[in-house]
Nanobody
Framework: QVQLVESGGGSVQTGGSLRLSCTASGYTYSSGCMGWFRQAPGKKREGVALIVTGLGGTYYTDSMKGRFTISQDNAKNTVYLQMNSLKPEDTAMYYC?????????????????????WGQGTQVTVSS
């Protein structure tokens, strides 16, 4: 049974930083992709960042590029999202997702419906 467990969310002020973690179990971590998506109240779920597990290729949505960094620790089956210079508009529930058939690319980053496995989400709140 695949499980993705996120942690690291919280409340920060504008300009602050947070690091989210997502640990996978029961999943062939060396294949496919893991990604971070977010969903604010009343809005669609959107891609934040994507990493091709094993190979390490990364993709970012433009508004997060330069502020967010996705990375992985293969030994721990864990993906991280370092978020810097946070803004109130970054406030959302952040979800980790995994898909073994993902080959990377912006199509995957912009298509959360293609991902088979999801974590429970972790809330990020940025106050002004």
């Amino acid at each position: 049974q695949v499980q993705l467990v996120e942690s690291g969310g919280g409340s920060v002020q504008t300009g602050g930083s947070l690091r989210l973690s997502c640990t996978a179990s029961g999943y062939t971590y060396s294949s496919g992709c893991m990604g971070w998506f977010r969903q604010a109240p009343g809005k669609k779920r959107e891609g934040v960042a994507l990493i091709v597990t094993g190979l390490g290729g990364t993709y970012y949505t433009d508004s997060m590029k330069g502020r967010f960094t996705i990375s992985q620790d293969n030994a721990k089956n864990t993906v991280y999202l370092q978020m810097n210079s946070l803004k109130p508009e970054d406030t959302a529930m952040y979800y980790c997702a995994a898909e073994v058939y993902c080959s990377g690319g912006f199509t995957w980053l912009t298509s959360p419906n293609l991902f088979s496995y999801w974590g429970q989400g972790t809330q990020v709140t940025v106050s002004s």
